[in-house]
């Protein structure tokens, strides 16, 4: 009688064991409890909801077989998987194992299904609650709890305050400078401290929240009439025409808001700017010398200048400030991110079965993204979700704006290295979003492409993987919406484009998702720096501001700490957090991929030593890029 030695491992985190019995059924390729177990391993029949890591199975001859699971598993649920080693589909000899792949992604299309959430944006998972989702895809234990509890310890604290359901102005910046001060960051201080100061205003479109706006101005706009005269001061008597031709003029315009619907916040009709904003490159730091605050030029609609009185300038920065909320939240943030996040897990689950090695590379980069989106949308896009309720572009014009954004969602703009060049922006100096990110796109690259490389041998082999075209057909009509305009792929015919879109998928779920998140408290907790929403028309004349003035334009004191909880729980990093570059090594099983995933880690964990030794000299250190910060998923 052969003897197979059998050990199936939970997960470390709390509550991920369990004391039920755990029946297991190998099936080799000649049948059950035969062969090395390479076709499929069966945990079943258990109760209680556990985490399995994976089952290691010893052969008679002393030889380990590695079957990964990695996910949460609950009631009397049967599961099927296969032996570690990556395998496509054309390379699968046995009947029963393409049978078998066929089966499990039969039944993933049955639990993942796709749902319509709004006309003109990507589609996203049918479900409506978070406890509907399938085990394997929930928080576990302790993010839940650690979320839940994030969540209503910053809204106890302020409904002690008494400040959720104040409807009353701020008397003071004093006053708000109290608020939620036990939670305060370093970089929350120093943007408290230094927020009216034009340099930060000029850092912070790089180095901030949202760098995704400004690109180099080669023409001023023809509906900005910046005149020579008005920015003469500003350029220290130089020439506008000579600066632009140098390449030392930037902008930023939130052309996108143009014509949206404000909300209604209060009882109280609230405001949108569409801003212009024009600025100076010298000395190394990018100065704003010009804002236009609505896009049509006229008389009321005057272009502010740092020459103009302290307030007329302030408020016109704060108009400018707020309208990247918008920018930030709805379009950098939740579509290019969030949403496109989901459309990419979803066609992972449903078209790569566990075997292939796509899947195995995404699927860690997948972790917890179906539970956070369903989350976001219940409490922060609903019809009364925090965005819908408390920003200026909340209510009927958030979606407005969410469709001007989908117009503008190119693929390029999604590869950082191509968007890079498309804003002009390859030499600003103390751009560290840029430096930081294209280390980490390239360190992606070379990645994804040994790994590519040793599964696919040439052209053909991307071409006759079935399962991998159905994945980019579907991220194509549900995630782009069958757009060709976006130039998303509908296939691929080269390895080479496999490579490009796999680095843009794994970048955008971790690296940029990092750069537009985690940063959220830090640079949006003090709202004048991010308001959430504004309560008076952008200014139609100069001369008129006051400090007054700038207190009402702010909104009420219940919309400013609702804003203040949301991005302090969007900033709250969980205990179970996975840094970048882990999670593959838990589901390959092969020397040359391990021996990659290891080689990868070892250059990120470099390279984050070398952006701490950078960080020392700065006044305001860039961290957010840093490899140990970035999560290795959508999952907050």
Partial sequence: MVKYTVKVFTGEMLLAGTLNSVYVKLVGTKGEICGAGHRAVCPARLHQRWFCS??????????????????????????????????????????????????ELQSRHEVYCWSIYAEGLPQIMKVDRAFELPAEVRFSFTKDLEFKFTLAEALVELNLAGLSTNKEQWKSLDELSRVFNCHKTDVYDYVEKNWKEDEFFGYQLLNGLNPMMIHRCSKLPENFPVTEDMVKASLFGKSLVAEIQKGNIFLVDYKRLHGVTAN?????????????????????????IAIQLKQDPGEDNPIFLPTDSEYDWLLAKIFVRSADFAEHELNFHLLRTHLLAEVFAMSTLRNLPMVHPIYKLLISHSRYTLQINTLARQALISDNGVITENASIGGTGMMEFLKNAMASLTYSSLCMPEDITARGLESIPNFFYREDGLRLWDIVHRFVQKMIGHYYTCDSDVQKDSELQNWIKEI??????????????????????????????????????????????????????????????????????????????FPDINTTVHGMAAVYLLSSQSTDFVAFGNGYQDHFSEKTPLELIHETQNVLKKYNFEIQGRNVSLPLSYTYLNPNNVENSVAL
């Fill in 476 to 553: 194509f009509f549900h995630g782009f919406l069958a757009e060709t305009s976006t130039g998303i792929p509908q296939s691929f015919s080269l390895m080479t484009e496999l490579i490009k879109f796999l680095t843009m998928v794994i970048f955008t779920v971790t690296v940029q998702h990092a750069a537009l998140n985690n940063g959220q408290f830090d640079f949006g907790g003090w709202m004048p720096n991010f308001a959430i929403a504004l309560q008076q028309p952008p200014p139609t004349t100069k001369g008129q501001c006051t400090e007054s003035t700038m207190l009402k334009t």
């Fill in 54 to 103: 994976k089952v290691m199975v010893t052969t008679p001859e002393g030889d380990t077989a590695s079957f990964p699971c990695y996910r949460w598993i609950s009631g009397y649920e049967r599961l099927v998987f296969r032996e570690a080693t990556g395998k496509l589909i054309f390379n699968e000899t046995c009947p029963e194992a393409i049978e078998e792949r066929k089966k």
């Fill in 264 to 288: 209604v916040i209060n009882g109280k009709q609230h405001f949108l700017a569409a801003p212009l904003c024009l600025l100076y490159m010298t000395d190394n730091k990018l100065m704003p």
